[in-house]
């Protein structure tokens, strides 16, 4: 039976290079069950090997459509695939990924606090899997919403990806940043678009400031109307569901804060420390925002949050985790105070 080897990306954080073949395969899963009609599994599922000293996933395949090796080109910490032969010998395929645009727009901005650009592509795989077909990964164009996007990961992600992306966030200087650089970056890059900025109005109250990119990956693309958006609005996240009318987004991803200061800032209500607390109050807006059969992901510290706890509001928001074995697995160490995890979670049709 033919093989794939899968070389896995070698990463700057060490302690996630420590658990990214075991968090790769799980990924690979959850596409699996989500996108390929479980059909790696079937035949076995990924299996970690070590060859020549370099930590791969060799995956066994039957009859493989060339959509299936679209989805696995995506995988976040996909370095390069190989075709496993039986003598050993690894021939290297070419990868159609979903990627539109040099890779420096991941990669560019260096900050204290920046979630690993590896995690916040496998979240983003797995939550816009939950919310669509195999099809519909790898050829519309999803809108995603981070409402609590700081300095943009989530967001260039979306965007290297061909999908409209969205932010939120209540710090006036990470908004101020992010929207500075992806000005400048469109411009060193050369890339049609068009931008504005406006005050954000509801109901004659004012709830933040919205800057919003209308670009294309070329100018033929621009002219002919084929364009992304980029919006990212410096706002409270508890007003996601005044900025945008129901059912708006595909698919809400998060990086949840970790223990720090995080909260509100914004009208009557009182500031909360308590990343819980923040959640509670704010999942009831990021799922109203969320179309029906669309999909939340969030990654978080369980150091400050249970995952029990997590799946609880989830579910009294209305939300169904998904509690598949890969799903399970994905939680990992990112220093002393935080350990990380990932989840899932589907609004019904």
């Not at 209305?318 to 995890?341: M, N, S, T, Y």
Request: charged share 25%; hydrophobic share 40%.
């Amino acid at each position: 039976m033919p093989q794939y080897a899968i070389l896995v990306q070698p990463s700057a954080n060490r302690v996630y290079s420590r658990n990214a073949a075991r968090l790769t395969r799980n990924e690979l899963l959850g596409l699996d069950e989500l996108l390929l009609d479980g059909r790696l599994r079937a035949l076995g599922g990924p299996v970690e090997r070590t060859m020549g000293g370099v930590p791969y996933l060799v995956v066994p395949v039957a009859a493989p459509e060339p959509e299936d090796l679209r989805v696995l080109a995506n995988l976040s910490s996909l370095f390069a695939l190989f075709e496993l032969r039986d003598d050993g010998a690894l021939v290297p395929l070419d990868l159609e990924r979903l990627d539109r645009y040099d890779d420096d727009l991941l990669t560019i901005l260096k900050y204290v606090g920046k979630t690993n650009e590896q995690l916040t592509r496998l979240l983003l795989n797995l939550t816009a899997a939950a919310a669509t077909t195999r099809e519909g990964f790898l050829g519309s164009r999803l809108r995603v919403l981070d409402p609590m996007c700081g300095r943009g990961t989530t967001l260039n992600q979306a965007l290297m990806y061909g999908w409209d992306a969205y932010g939120v966030d209540v710090d006036r200087r990470d908004v101020e940043a992010y929207t500075a650089f992806a000005a400048r970056w469109l411009q060193d890059k050369r890339l049609k678009h068009r931008s504005g900025s406006t005050r954000l109005r509801v109901a004659g109250k004012t709830l933040g400031r919205r800057t919003t990119f209308t670009l294309a990956a070329d100018k033929e693309l621009f002219r002919a109307g084929d364009v992304q958006t980029l919006e990212v609005t410096q706002g409270d996240t508890l007003d996601v569901d005044r900025m945008y009318r129901a059912g708006f987004f595909d698919v809400v991803v998060a990086d949840a804060p970790y223990g720090i200061q995080h909260g509100s800032v914004t009208g009557p209500r009182t500031p909360s420390r308590a990343p819980g607390d923040l959640l509670a109050d704010a999942l009831p807006g990021w799922v109203t925002v969320l179309r029906r059969g669309g999909a939340l992901g969030l990654s978080w510290n369980t150091k400050v949050l249970p995952r029990q706890d997590l799946v609880a509001m989830l579910v009294d928001a209305g939300l169904e985790p998904l509690d598949g074995d890969p799903f399970l697995d994905l939680a990992h160490r990112v220093d002393q105070a935080i350990d990380r995890d990932v989840v899932v979670a589907r609004k019904p049709r």
